[in-house]
């Protein structure tokens, strides 16, 4: 059976995208090779899902081509993100503009959008996976390789009794698709365990798309430059300077976690995609850290000083507990030894404290990673309808294009409004079940 409209992935954009169609009165099918669809959308937001935000500026989005990013918008933005989800039952709760379903589990927006993909009749055929898709005279053959699951029962649970139920794969088999319309919904490589597995970025090239180069985005930093073994589990506000090859690119503020490996922590993710980028161009990346942002340079100058001549009976070590984490007074006392109060020292150690400098020589990898940076060029698309203007009826949508937001719930803003836009001009274009 020639099927209408084929979405390859049912993650986030996968799912609205197949639901747009369906609305439309379209016979839509999700191809998804996990055992479910929807298994990253479960683990965003710490398990809550921040699934969009009231704050939206084009500042909170990167791409190549940011304009088209801002036209997507225009088209559907976060206020039709939360109208769309409300219509399906979700109450939005916000945060400090953050949203968040009412009932702070992402499992909520799973659920909505699988009775609404059961209430439209979209076809869901789960453990199949996308291999090859080939443009014919009629639209696409799509071949899958269908993973046949046998539920075993494993080891027993945490020494309980109940054992715990596992799916072993016991064999495979080729199965083949026409469909007048594709849309390509497989997400990057983010996280690889949730279902992304980077197979969007092949199968686009084997059609002959353009790739701006994927680097993990969202993503813990390694670094050298300190005792980090030492400071490990530390965490404290900090401002963090991010420089590629001496010119700032980037500054954040906010809880910063210190790693044995480097840094971590929602400023460090938000800085990480310039890192990957410069660091995957070759580019050398240093991060300031200023330990102690709520105070200018030379007023800590004055108060360390200040603090030495009070306690002259106090170690250098001892004279700064209290005015910061006590792991990192041995950092960042670490070659200075018998500071002198009258001389210059304690300038040198309020710059050291201000703009404590470590070079970043990798990020974590894919599997850490929230999200990509980079991916399908969007120049390649014939506009907000997602549709490639090399083939006609294939779309392309979410995370896989290339374009990645900041933390805060700009990336499923993304794949949602990108997976309504590409659904609801899939589904029209049809005539229907001819
Ligand atoms: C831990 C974590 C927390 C996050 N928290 C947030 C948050 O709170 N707010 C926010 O905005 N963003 C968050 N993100 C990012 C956000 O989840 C993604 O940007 C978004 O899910 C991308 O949507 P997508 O549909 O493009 O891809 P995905 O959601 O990754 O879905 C792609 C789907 O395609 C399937 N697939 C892939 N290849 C194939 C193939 N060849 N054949 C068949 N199926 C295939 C996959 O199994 C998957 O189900 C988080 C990400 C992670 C990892």
Redesign the pocket.
């Given at each position: 059976m020639k099927r209408e409209v084929i979405v390859?992935?049912?993650?986030?954009?996968?799912?609205v995208a197949a639901i747009a169609a369906a609305s439309e009165g379209a016979r839509v099918t999700i191809?998804?090779?996990?055992e479910k669809?929807?298994?990253?959308?479960l683990?965003?937001?710490?398990g809550?899902?921040?699934?969009?935000n009231l704050y939206q500026s084009m500042e909170c989005y990167r791409s190549e081509n940011l304009p088209f990013v801002q036209e997507v918008f225009s088209h559907f933005n976060e206020k039709d993100t939360i109208a769309f989800f409300q219509k399906l039952g979700i109450v939005p709760k916000a945060k400090n503009g953050y949203l968040y379903p009412g009932s702070e589990q992402a499992s909520s927006i799973v659920d909505v959008l699988t009775m609404e993909l059961k209430h439209l009749k979209v076809e869901v055929r789960c453990n199949?996976?996308?291999?090859k898709i080939i443009p014919t005279k009629e639209g696409y053959h799509i071949q899958?390789l269908v993973r046949v699951l046998e539920t075993r029962s494993g080891a027993k649970q945490n020494g309980k009794n109940k054992k715990k139920e596992k799916a072993i794969e016991v064999d495979s088999y080729v199965a083949e698709y026409d469909a007048k319309k594709v849309i390509i919904?497989?997400?990057?490589r983010?996280?690889e365990k949730?279902?992304?597995?980077g197979?969007?970025y092949r199968?686009l090239k084997e059609m002959g798309y353009g790739l701006v180069p994927v680097v993990p985005a969202?993503v813990q930093l390694k670094a050298k430059g300190a005792d980090f073994e030492q400071v490990a589990g530390v965490r404290c506000d900090a401002n963090i300077t991010l420089l590629v090859d001496g010119e700032k690119v980037a500054q954040e503020e906010g809880e910063l976690q210190l790693t044995n490996y480097g840094v971590s922590g929602i400023p460090v993710f938000q800085v990480s995609r310039y890192a990957a980028k410069a660091l995957y161009d070759q580019k050398k990346v240093t991060m300031e850290i200023d330990f102690l942002p709520q105070f200018g340079l030379d007023e800590l100058g004055a108060l360390l000083c200040q603090r030495y001549q009070e306690s002259s009976y106090k170690t250098d070590h001892e004279v700064l507990i209290g005015l910061m984490n006590d792991k990192l007074i041995t950092l960042l006392l670490n070659k200075a030894k018998n500071i002198d109060p009258y001389g210059t020292d304690c300038k040198r150690l309020a710059k050291r404290m201000k703009q404590f400098t470590i070079e970043i020589t990798d990020t974590n990898g894919f599997d850490n990673?929230?999200?990509c940076a980079g991916g399908m060029d969007t120049t390649e698309l014939a506009g907000v309808t997602m549709e490639s203007k090399k083939h006609s009826g294939f779309y392309i949508?979410?995370?896989?294009l290339d374009v990645?937001?900041i933390?805060?719930?700009?990336?499923?803003?993304?794949?949602w409004a990108?997976?309504y836009l590409a659904g609801k001009a899939a589904g029209k274009k049809l005539k229907l079940h001819e």
């Open positions: 390859v992935g049912g993650g986030a954009a996968g799912m191809l998804e090779h996990k669809v929807g298994k990253k959308i683990a965003t937001g710490n809550k899902c921040n699934y969009t199949e996976d996308v291999t899958t919904a497989t997400g990057g983010a996280s949730l279902g992304s597995n197979s969007g199968l969202l990673a929230q999200i949508v979410g995370e896989v990645d937001g933390c805060g719930g700009y990336n499923l803003q993304w794949a990108t997976g």
